[in-house]
């Protein structure tokens, strides 16, 4: 998995690489395609965030859940208790509470999403301007290097429709993991959670070619 630097990139902050850029100061839809890519940078480390902060509640609660299914085979059993230190089990309130905070990071991660549904907006309106501006063929000139404005739409298509998949399997995980006391599917629901299905290798890559032909990363 690519690993970001733990910086913002600010839309505002721009450095032009890209040899057929002539000035400094980036306008039009050139400068709202780059402020996209940067966008994207941002939500994508905050989503990861996110992911970290879920991952650790989650594991919380699959604990707990384990911890009082022991306890209530040990109260049902003859059997004397283990000799070692007692494993904290936690009660109802204290598991509601690590739900509800499991709920919070998945809310913050549904309104993640929904930023880069406008990301998604905003891409459709630049070409839907450069359509009336130069026609169904597009500009013949590159932005900055060698994309067309179509290219920077796909790519943030296919990052939004990955990302939406995967809020999908966060909020069935939220939805189960509480009331499954089966191991091995405990383990399943945490081993997904942690590694993301939805959102392969891939996507990572094609942020990097985002940010390599916006100018955000030196070619």
Not at 58 to 74: E, G, H, P
Not at 146 to 155: D, H, K, L, Y
Not at 165 to 180: D, F, N, S
């Amino acid at each position: 998995m690519v690993k970001y630097p733990l910086t913002r990139l600010k839309p505002g902050d721009i450095s032009v690489t890209s040899a057929n850029r002539k000035s400094a100061a980036i306008t039009g839809s050139a400068r709202k395609i780059k402020d996209n890519a940067a966008d994207w940078h941002n939500m994508m480390l905050r989503w990861d965030r996110l992911n970290e902060d879920g991952f650790m509640a989650a594991a919380s609660i699959v604990n707990m859940r384990r911890a009082q299914s022991d306890q209530l085979l040990l109260n049902n059993s003859s059997s004397p208790p283990p000799s070692s230190s007692p494993q904290h089990v936690g009660g109802a309130s204290e598991l509601q509470d690590k739900c509800l905070k499991l709920q919070e990071i998945v809310d913050h991660m549904a309104a993640v999403v929904t930023k880069m549904a406008r990301l998604m907006t905003s891409q459709r309106g630049v070409e839907d301007l450069e359509a009336f501006q130069f026609g169904a063929e597009g500009r013949k000139t590159p932005l900055f290097h060698s994309w067309s404005t179509r290219e920077f739409g796909e790519i943030s298509q296919v990052l939004l429709d990955s990302f939406r998949r995967e809020l999908l399997l966060k909020q069935t995980i939220l939805q189960e993991v509480a009331h499954t006391v089966t191991s091995d599917l405990c383990m399943v629901f945490l081993s997904c959670w942690l590694h993301q299905p939805f959102i392969p290798t891939q996507s990572r890559l094609r942020l990097e070619a985002l940010l390599l032909e916006t100018g955000h990363r030196p070619l």
